[in-house]
């Protein structure tokens, strides 16, 4: 699905990507982890081509990335910080965004879902954080891509739309999608991943399932495992 070699990325002196090799198959739930600066939203922007990388190649679905854009139809994107029209009704983004995909979408379901019903006639620059979030759900699970990407998407969420959105994952996941998830949350990245990746200062420390992070750290939970990577590479 995700074949990524020898990736480079500077911006200025800062070398934010060092030499990632990454492949990632077809269908699972991977969380790309790491802390700030590591290079966690550099490497998901380069393979979506919002950042190009200095050196390195990345191929989806077998095509390399900087010869033919068109993969880009084939993945759905949620990004960390939504920025709508806040003149746009709910009902128009989706609109919107349905013609400007040209796909046939599965919005009356999610709507459903995540009790949107009522927001529908509503600008967008009117709504909480939460129900933006929802409509941020909502814009990347109406199309049926094979490849998702989820950046930070429990930020904001009440506990009921949280239960709501890890069903959702699974679903998918059960279709035999691949699905790539960044969080800071570890309970939630614990319960729905199957491998996590994680980075370090621009490069791969960790790629496998948590089990196997928790043997090889001799902790005996994810988040005391993550703690000690944190804690032994800042001695």
């Known amino acids: 699905m995700v074949s990524i070699k020898g990736l480079h990325k500077k911006f200025g002196k800062n070398q934010v990507l060092n030499g990632i090799d990454l492949s990632i198959g077809d269908g699972g739930i991977f969380a790309v982890l790491g802390p700030n600066g590591s290079g966690k939203t550099t490497l998901i922007k380069a393979i979506l081509g919002m950042v190009v990388p200095n050196k390195g190649e990345i191929k989806v679905h077998g095509e390399d990335i900087r010869k ?21 009704k709910v009902k128009e983004l989706i609109r919107m965004i349905k013609d400007l995909r040209g796909k046939a979408a599965h919005d009356e379901r999610l709507i459903e879902v995540f ?11 009117n709504l909480s954080g939460g129900t933006r979030q929802k409509v941020n759900i ?98």
């Open 68 to 88: 033919n854009t068109d993969y880009r139809y084939k993945i759905d994107y949620l990004p960390q910080i939504a920025n709508f029209p806040n003149n746009l």
């Open 138 to 235: 909502l814009l990347t699970f109406m199309f049926d891509s094979p490849l998702i990407i989820l950046d930070e998407p429990t930020t904001g969420l009440d506990p009921i739309s949280l239960i709501r959105l890890k069903d959702l994952i699974q679903a998918e996941k059960a279709k035999g999608k691949t699905i790539l998830i960044t969080s800071h949350i570890m309970s939630f990245v614990e319960e729905v991943s199957d491998e996590i990746v994680f980075l370090l200062e621009g490069e791969i420390y960790f790629k496998g399932p948590i089990q196997e992070l928790k043997t090889k750290t001799n902790q005996p939970d994810f988040e005391h495992a993550i703690a000690s990577i944190l804690t032994d590479n800042h001695a």
């Open 115 to 125: 009790k949107l019903q009522p927001f529908l006639n509503q600008k967008l620059g």
